[in-house]
Every structure is written in C-alpha cells, then in structure tokens.
C-alpha cells in the first residue's frame, strides 16, 4: 500500500493540530485521513460491494479515525500512517460484521415477505423457490421438500429415510 505523505510531514501535521486546532490543520489532517481511508479501500477484500457500502465505510472509518486522533501519542507510535491504516481497517471489518449481522437477521423477514408472492406462482412449492433463491442456508425440515440439509455443503440433496436413520447413528455415537 503507497504511504501518502512522509511520516515525518503526517507527525507534523497532527501536533500543529493538537496544539492550534486551526481549521487549515483539521483539513490537512483531514485529507490525509480521506486518503488513508481510500487506500485501504482499494484492499481486494474490499471489493465486490457497492459503492453506497463503500461510501458508508469510508464515512465510519473517517469518524472513528478523528476520535481516535486525540489518543494519538506521537513519542509512543512513531508511525502514523500506518496506526490510522490499521483503524481504518478495523473500521470496515466492524461495519462488515453489522452488514452481515442485520442481513442474517433480514432474510427470512425477505422470505416471509416473498412467500405469498411464490406460493401461487410456483404451484405451491414454495419450500422449493426457498431452496433455490438462498441455498439452504436457513434449513428447515418444512421449507424444503428435496431432501435433507448436508452438512459439508450449502445445499439439499435427496436421502432414502434407511440412510437417514444411519447417519443419525453414527453422529450419535
């Protein structure tokens, strides 16, 4: 990852700040935060969402950064570039983690919402639109009609009841 501006220059521009709190050194400070944050966006596991998340994860991570900065102690970290790269980073994972945390708890209210619309149009075989739109992930005996869940894959796969009653053995003992 480029560094920005020299850690010399970047150390300067934060105890000017600390110590005038002019807003020509907040917009220096500022900018460079924005481009930190813009960086780490570009990691490739960062990749692949949309730009309203990416805007919405640049924005914390410019937030947490700023109140950061007070913590910032320039005898102790010597490198400010790279301990305001690592909390941009942390910031996004964070976000990452409240994304994934409300679509766990978002998709069967989708699925319930959708289910009046698929029960007429699929011949009632909605468990099998289930199956087919989410991969099984949420697995219920009643949502799906092929099969059975397997563990080492996402999805559903057809079982005699005799094998069924085998596995359920061998888990058991």
Not at 152 to 157: A, D, K, L, N
Request: glycine share 4%; with cysteine.
């Amino acid at each position: 990852m480029p560094q920005y501006c020299p850690n010399s220059v970047f150390v300067e521009e934060i105890i000017t700040y600390k110590k005038t709190r002019s807003k020509k050194a907040h917009e220096r400070v500022g900018k460079r935060f924005l481009e930190i944050a813009t960086g780490v966006m570009r990691n490739p596991c960062f990749n692949g969402y949309t730009q309203d998340r990416k805007n919405e994860m640049i924005s914390d991570a410019l937030f947490i950064m700023s109140k950061q900065l007070p913590k910032y102690d320039p005898t102790y970290i010597p490198s400010p570039f790279s301990y305001f790269t690592n909390i941009a980073y942390r910031a996004f994972i964070q976000k990452l983690n409240e994304h994934k945390k409300r679509d766990k708890i978002l998709l069967p209210v989708d699925y319930i919402e959708n289910l009046e619309e698929h029960a007429f149009t699929k011949s009632s075989h909605t468990e099998d639109w289930f199956c087919k739109e989410y991969g099984c992930r949420y697995w219920n005996p009643h949502w799906c009609s092929k099969g059975v869940k397997s563990k080492r894959s996402s999805g559903c796969y057809e079982e005699s009841g005799d094998d069924l009653d085998k596995k359920d053995k061998k888990e058991q003992s």
